[in-house]
């Protein structure tokens, strides 16, 4: 079935690094756009970017340009996104999500968790 | 900086009829916007209910509906129900390949 099976929870100190992966099955991962969007704790959804996997292209909001770097791998239907010089601030939870070719997201990841602490 | 809003809340009997609202602080949401609609319940990923406005997304019931209202995008909960009790998130394309969510609105049906 469609699906998309994010990596295990993190934690990292304060000004590392996280990568957060996402892979897809059960549809042709080229075809389409993936999103980024993070839930800080008892917060709303705020999107992160976007990745196209057949090419180079990546858009990220401006709130995170210079920190965030989406990247795909074709070969294992897998998109990343790494985040650096964490904060506190970016404790959240963070979903990929494909989009629907209709300008939406249409299937999510189940999320993953990223504590950030000394 | 366009701003994307929608409601806080709202309070729904079951049965009832709710219309949700997401505008921005400066200017008309149009279809060009793409608008669209997700729905989350705590400790759970978003689902999406519609996209390009008014299309509901595969196995979405029919008593959701999407449209523009004035200078708004909308979704209407007709005969809510019991497990309709989530936030609700919209979601407007701004050009560029750029995205903003809405803050939520939380809906207690009651």
């Known amino acids: 079935q469609v699906q998309l099976v994010q990596s295990g929870a993190e934690v990292k100190k304060p000004g590392a690094s996280v990568t957060v992966s996402c892979k897809a099955s059960g549809f042709t991962f080229t075809n389409y756009f993936f999103h980024w969007v993070r839930q800080a704790p008892g917060q709303g959804l705020e999107w992160m970017g976007q990745i196209n996997p057949t090419g180079y292209g990546t858009i990220y909001a401006q709130k995170f340009q210079g920190r965030v770097t989406m990247t795909k791998d074709t070969s294992t239907s897998t998109v990343y996104m790494e985040l650096s010089s964490l904060t506190s601030e970016d404790m959240a939870i963070y979903f990929c999500?494909?989009?629907?070719?209709?300008?939406?997201?249409?299937?999510w990841g189940q999320g993953t968790l990223v504590t950030v602490s000394s | 900086q366009n701003v994307v809003t929608q409601e806080p809340s709202f309070s729904v009997s079951p049965g009832g009829t709710v219309t949700l609202t997401c505008g921005l602080s400066?200017?008309?949401?149009?279809?060009?916007?793409?608008p669209s609609w997700y729905r989350q319940t705590p400790g759970q990923a978003p689902r999406t209910l519609i996209y390009?406005?008014?299309t509901r997304s595969s196995g979405v019931p029919d008593r959701f509906s999407g449209s523009i209202l004035g200078n708004k995008a909308a979704l209407t909960i007709t005969g809510a129900q019991a497990d309709d009790d989530s936030e609700y998130y919209c979601l407007l394309y701004m050009g560029r390949g750029t995205y903003v969510f809405g803050p939520g609105t939380k809906v207690t049906v009651l």
């Open positions: 390009t406005t008014s």
């Open positions: 400066s200017g008309s949401v149009s279809f060009k916007n793409y």
């Open positions: 999500a494909r989009d629907s070719n209709y300008y939406a997201p249409d299937v």
